[in-house]
């Protein structure tokens, strides 16, 4: 858990308190659950399977949008026929992803009640990856 901490810690000073409420506002449309709630579920993240599940979540809706805005920033200097072949290349990316991170989620926890958390973090990590790639170019 430490290791998710340092990670994500420099990730966070570059975030503003705005987006951190879009992150949140979102992840409440993603999950159903009112932000309110959120905001009390997050505050602890190890108290409950529940909560580890929705902070892993965070994480993860975090770097789609991370991935979201990058993506839109290059897509600004490109053509239209470029921008929709990248567009096309990144759905193909996350398509894969997707697969990749449900595979790993039931080989480590099927069924149980980590699934949703393995899975998260595992496109968590690759969302970052991927934004990465996208900012050197």
Known sequence: MLKRYLFVLPMLLLISPGQA????????ARSHVPVGELEDILA???????????CAFYDFVEADMNLE??????????SKTETKAHLDEIAAWRS????????????????????PMVYSYCMQEKLD?????EVEG
């Open 69 to 78: 805005k990058i993506v839109q920033d290059n897509a600004e200097g490109m």
């Open 21 to 28: 409420d879009d992150v949140l506002d979102e992840l409440s």
């Open 96 to 115: 894969e992803a997707e697969g990749e991170c449900n595979a790993a989620a039931d080989e480590e926890a099927e069924g149980g009640s980590m699934r």
């Open 44 to 54: 602890d993240c190890e108290t409950t399977q529940m909560a580890m599940n929705l």
């Open 129 to 133: 990856q991927r934004a990465t790639e």
